[in-house]
């Protein structure tokens, strides 16, 4: 299989030594900038966004971050170090000649640098009655075996992880007992509420069987895209809302953003920074109950960098008329 190397920062416009916020501000800008909800070409849009995704997916994570780093200019290597261990698999498994099998996907949303190195999936299937998960080791007799499950990941936005949505998704593999390459067309049905981390099963679209035996499975693992605006635990949906000063202090109401339209937000007085206000049943769906998540609204108060004269001496007048001093107890 072909891998073409993917420069994750650069598809982010940041330095190699860019720290946790200044990448997590480049990928929330350019987000929203190419979200395919907002961005007018939306098949270029979307194709840009699931770039971004990738590159927010592993430059965002620190073990990511340091597995991408030390590959550097040796990621040719690995592709063949991981090809050889394939091979070793492929040969303890039982597959005829010991042939190495390449997968390759296409619809899910990755790469195939990104699957290559942090897809979380297994590119190898074992036979449940081979040596593999599932059972123990069997004679190697002549008998029906079951070809072995293929797992992959997909990557799937908030939007479609709320309302479901039918993916078209290609697999392409080789064919381990006679050699020759085929692929696969099907159709990947997400259902509404579709957490992070859910396998989706794909009856008969893993690996053949051997001597008459079934085709193994096809999982496919749910991983919700990176979202300008939420992330999500379970079926609860998070935001982080940034509020200035004032408004914790004397409290607000402020128009927020859910995955369906916008509320409208009571913040109260003396609200404190990182505080957690409840949106119930704005969330994800939960099965086909018709119940929802919640959406869970983190308060971040934001203080100002740059003053004006006028708003300088505004500060000051406060802090000499106040008596409020946060390094003694408060009245309860």
């Known amino acids: 299989m072909s891998v073409e190397f993917k420069d994750y920062y650069a598809t982010l416009g940041v330095a190699r030594d860019a720290g946790e916020a200044e990448i997590k501000k480049a990928f929330r800008k350019l987000a929203r900038q190419h979200h395919p909800d907002v961005a007018k070409d939306k098949k270029a849009s979307d194709a840009k966004f699931k770039e971004i995704n990738e590159a927010y997916e592993v430059l965002g994570d620190p073990v990511k971050r340091r597995k991408y780093d030390e590959l550097g200019a040796n990621w040719r290597d690995e592709v063949r170090s991981q090809s050889n261990a394939g091979r070793q698999r492929r040969a303890w498994s039982g597959a005829p000649n010991g042939r190495h099998q390449d997968f390759h996907f296409d619809g899910t949303g990755f790469s195939d640098f990104f699957e290559q190195f942090f897809s979380g999936g297994s590119r190898y299937g074992f036979p449940p009655d081979g040596h593999g998960p599932g059972g123990g080791i069997r004679p190697a007799e002549d008998r029906a075996r079951r070809g072995g499950d293929v797992e992959g990941d997909i990557l799937v936005s908030l939007e479609e992880a709320m309302r479901g949505t ?69 079926n609860d949906v998070y935001h982080e809302l940034e509020v200035a000063p004032w408004e914790a202090v004397l409290g607000a109401e402020i128009n927020v953003p859910t995955l369906d339209g916008s509320v409208r937000l009571r913040l109260p007085p003396g609200t404190g920074n990182g505080r957690q206000l409840r949106v119930r049943g704005r969330g994800l769906p939960k099965g086909k109950s018709g119940e929802r998540g919640d959406l869970l609204v983190i308060v971040s108060v934001q203080l100002p ?27 309860v």
């Open 166 to 234: 039918t993916r078209a998704i290609s697999f392409q593999m080789t064919n381990p007992r006679t050699g020759v390459p085929e692929t696969r067309h099907f159709q990947v049905r997400i259902p509404p509420g579709a957490t992070d981390g859910k396998r989706i099963r794909v009856p008969g679209q893993g690996e053949p069987g051997a001597d008459g035996g079934t085709t193994g499975d096809l999982y496919l693992r749910v991983r919700h895209s990176a979202h300008p605006e939420f992330y999500t635990r379970e």
């Open 305 to 331: 960098t740059k003053l004006g004269d006028r708003e300088r001496a505004q500060w000051e007048k406060l802090r000499d008329i106040s008596t409020f001093n946060p390094r003694t107890p408060q009245p």
